[in-house]
């Protein structure tokens, strides 16, 4: 059984490919599962790390606004278009994969495009609500069309019912408790706000929460447990030292990165967030409230879509970007964080919005598609 996926550009399409993928190694030892991505991409390094085979071929995205920089990128984004299309198919027939999976991203349409032509079995799955050009291109090509979450249905012009698969997420974020998270990391007895703008940083959540600390550090009501991103760190701290701020308080931590985020987000009692689709679902498995600032930086707003699927489940407030300051965010905090039922029933919501079986709902899917090809 050979299974072939292709996906790239963000982790958030990298990373349900791998998930599902290290699914089936763990299902079937001999099985070869390999993954085509745009070379020199992050999903290089990723795939490498996970141990699978990886195969490059040179992609790029079309930009929507009109420029003259634009305009010489689209030319360029042609070339590539026709040239990623010969690659893939020279691929797909070296290694004529079984079942062809994309998980979203530029580089998924070339390769789902040629594998249909070859009348290999195809899929694709979407992680986020609002459905990204790929996956709108696709969905008439592939044999199996699957969602992460039921409000992308509407906005696809589908041929059959899809699957509704949820996204796959790591296996910490289904197991930890609170209490033990808590213990393992040494927290003190207060409640927990977990903050974080992805893994690069968001400015302005940056800021928001620089803003939140300085009004409520001396409290000591809260615990705050903040990730700047790579390129904030050092200016957050500069910030808070020149506001007052002792680095030293107990309910103060401050880091860069959060590389055990499954770890934090299970002692979290509030967490402040993108609205990036993996993100989102661990969220849900999790249980967590959330106050959810989509990026706006984001192709079609998608993360204003997959945030406001939380907020219509109770599980979460939104603020969009352009409505965020300090007060804003203060009042949403305290407005939620001491008060028990409202936490209770917000994490509730967000517990009956998870699909914890995300991986095995694929996994099912894509041998479903091997036994009947």
Same mark, same amino acid.
């Given at each position: 059984?050979?299974?072939?996926?292709?996906?790239?550009?963000?982790?958030?399409?990298i990373n349900p490919a791998l998930a599902v993928a290290q699914y089936i190694a763990k299902k079937h030892p001999n099985a070869k599962i390999s993954y085509i991505g745009k070379k020199g991409g992050m999903e290089e390094r990723l795939?490498?790390?996970?141990?699978?085979?990886?195969?490059? @071929?040179?992609?790029?995205?079309?930009?929507?606004?009109?420029?003259?920089?634009?305009?010489?990128?689209?030319?360029?984004?042609?070339?590539?278009? @026709?040239?990623?299309?010969?690659?893939?198919? #020279?691929?797909? &027939?070296?290694?004529?994969?079984?079942v062809v999976v994309g998980t979203g991203g530029y580089v998924s349409g070339p390769v789902l495009r040629q594998a249909a032509k070859l009348g290999l079995r195809t899929a694709i799955h979407e992680q986020n609500a609002f459905p990204g050009v790929t996956t709108k291109m696709l969905v008439p090509l592939v044999d199996t069309v699957m969602l992460a979450m039921v409000e992308a249905k509407p906005r696809l012009k589908l041929k059959k019912a899809p699957v509704i698969t949820g996204n796959p997420v #790591?296996?910490?974020?289904?197991? +930890?408790?609170?209490?033990?998270?808590?213990?393992?990391?040494?927290l003190p007895d207060l409640p927990v706000l977990l903050s974080a703008g992805g893994s690069l940083g968001a400015a302005p959540?940056?800021?928001?929460?620089?803003? +939140?600390?300085?009004?409520?550090?001396?409290?000591?009501? @809260?615990?705050?447990?903040?990730?700047?991103?790579?390129?904030g760190y050092e200016k957050f701290i500069t910030e808070l030292k020149a506001r007052g701020v002792d680095l030293n308080a107990p309910n103060l931590i401050i880091k860069?990165?959060?590389?055990?985020?499954?770890?934090?987000m299970a002692a979290a009692?509030?967490?402040?967030?993108?609205?990036?689709?993996?993100?989102?679902?661990?969220?849900?498995?999790?249980?967590?409230?959330?106050?959810?600032?989509?990026?706006?930086?984001?192709? =079609?707003?998608?993360?204003?879509?997959?945030?406001?699927?939380? &907020?219509?489940?109770?599980?979460?407030?939104?603020? =969009?970007?352009?409505?965020?300051?300090?007060?804003?965010?203060?009042?949403?905090? =305290?407005?939620?964080?001491?008060?028990?039922?409202?936490?209770?029933k917000m994490g509730s919501s967000a517990k009956e919005n998870a699909i914890p079986d995300s991986c095995k709902r694929i996994y099912d =899917? @894509?041998? #479903? +598609?091997?036994t009947t090809k």
């Open positions: 059984m050979h299974i072939l996926f292709a996906g790239g550009g963000t982790a958030g399409h795939v490498a790390a996970a141990g699978f085979d990886f195969y490059g @071929i040179d992609v790029a995205g079309f930009q929507r606004k009109i420029s003259l920089k634009n305009i010489a990128r689209n030319i360029s984004a042609a070339e590539k278009a @026709i040239t990623s299309s010969v690659r893939a198919k #020279r691929l797909l &027939k070296q290694l004529n994969p079984d #790591r296996e910490d974020f289904l197991t +930890l408790s609170k209490q033990t998270a808590k213990k393992d990391l040494n959540i940056n800021n928001a929460v620089l803003d +939140l600390i300085t009004a409520k550090w001396k409290d000591n009501d @809260i615990l705050f447990l903040h990730a700047t991103g790579k390129g860069d990165y959060i590389d055990n985020m499954g770890q934090c009692d509030l967490v402040i967030a993108r609205a990036g689709a993996i993100t989102l679902s661990e969220l849900s498995v999790c249980g967590k409230p959330s106050i959810l600032i989509p990026s706006p930086y984001v192709a =079609e707003n998608h993360q204003f879509h997959n945030a406001m699927s939380l &907020k219509r489940a109770g599980a979460a407030e939104v603020i =969009e970007e352009k409505d965020l300051n300090s007060t804003k965010l203060l009042d949403t905090v =305290e407005n939620i964080i001491h008060n028990n039922s409202k936490l209770t =899917e @894509i041998m #479903r +598609l091997y």
